[in-house]
């Protein structure tokens, strides 16, 4: 069987749950990796994939005979059908944080449900630890990232605007076989920078501006996410003091992630720095990357979680002037048994263009 279906049906069972319908696509990709409408229902002997007639040849394509799953057209199925498929199944979960309340009842009474569960993001906690496959998708993500970092410091000129910047990121990205932007690209110039999610604008970018860039690719689906701030034509004084505190962060945090970690001493550590020296940290400290660019765990000050081995996650603190500037430096990481392995590797240090 499909070792990702065998495993969730583990963890199912571990839950004394015998059946789930999972409709959010992003789970139904990576446990079958098939991009289509549709729905998985995993019941007590059987996983069945419903769609409709546009999607059966390529869903048949996409299947190997290791995936067990039996292909339905919604059009030839009746309501007996729907009302057999979780026969005898005492608890059918369900993706509480992706269904409506309205789909919650539908499906109640479509498939004649006993007891619909929330399952706690029982697929999504399964993402967090990747396998060899998952791994080598996000290092090709970020291998042209950095890539395109290389192209962006010989492209970006004074009198260019924020949107232009942007634009050759997502024309660099298709031109280099990438899926597209795993995010909408963050280019901020100037005093832009001390937004956090700042939106490229038509701002022209001019001499002494610092540029922050947060961007990132998806290659089989699989992101990268990656923030450099660079600056023009020179480094302005006042902005040195904010960009070293922020590197140095950034590195003690690679030093310091490793299985086993604890993500809520990993931002304690760096938020109590930042403090020390008058300035604050206003958002995680990482987060994971996957399908997703933003994925458990978050590296924040609200919940405990352990590091894994194979967890990929972000290290990107950032310190924000208001009305004036800001500061982040963010790399993909990949969790190790000793430690870490930066899967960005574009320079961290002063990069004048």
């Known amino acids: 069987m499909n070792p990702r279906l065998q495993c969730l ?15 959010n696509p992003v789970n139904i990709k990576y446990l079958i990796g098939i991009e289509a409408e549709g729905i998985l229902l995993l019941t007590r002997k059987e996983n069945i994939y419903i769609t409709d007639s546009r999607y059966i040849e390529m869903v048949q394509s996409t299947l190997t005979i290791t995936d067990e799953i039996i292909v339905d057209d919604i059009k030839d199925i009746t309501e007996e059908d729907y009302q057999s498929f979780f026969s005898f199944c005492e608890n059918v979960g369900f993706e509480e944080e992706y269904v409506t309340y309205s789909k919650y009842k539908e499906y109640m009474h479509r498939y004649r449900i006993n007891n619909f569960v929330e399952t706690e993001n ?6 967090i630890i990747k396998d060899e496959e998952e791994i080598e998708n996000i290092r090709k993500a970020c291998e042209i990232t950095d890539n395109c970092f290389k192209h962006l410091l010989d492209f970006i000129k004074i ?3 924020e949107k232009e910047v942007a634009h050759e990121i997502q024309r660099y990205f298709d031109e280099q076989g990438a899926d597209g932007l795993a995010f909408d690209s963050i280019v901020a110039s100037g005093v832009n920078s001390s937004k956090p999610h700042a939106v490229p604008t038509d701002k022209i970018i001019q001499d002494g501006d610092i540029i922050t860039i947060d961007f990132g690719c998806k290659y089989n689906g699989y992101c990268s996410d990656m923030t450099r701030t660079i600056f023009v034509g020179y480094v302005k004084e006042e902005i040195r003091e904010v960009y070293n505190l922020v590197l140095k962060n950034q590195k003690q945090t690679l030093e310091e992630m490793y299985d086993g970690a604890n993500t809520k001493i990993l931002f304690k550590m760096v938020d109590n720095d930042f403090k020390i020296h008058k300035y604050e940290l206003p958002h995680a400290l990482g987060h994971g990357v996957g399908l997703d660019v933003h994925e458990e765990p978050a590296i924040g000050p609200r919940k405990e979680v352990l590091l894994k081995e194979n967890m990929v996650v972000t290290d990107e603190p950032g310190i924000y002037i208001p009305e004036k500037f800001g500061v982040r430096i963010e790399d993909t990481v990949l969790i190790t048994k000793s430690g870490c392995e930066s899967l960005t590797k574009s320079d961290k240090g002063y990069i004048v263009i």
């Open 122 to 127: 029982i697929v999504e906690k399964q993402r």
């Open 9 to 23: 049906r583990n963890r199912l069972k571990a839950q004394d749950i015998e059946g789930m319908i999972i409709s």
């Open 159 to 161: 009198g260019m605007t």
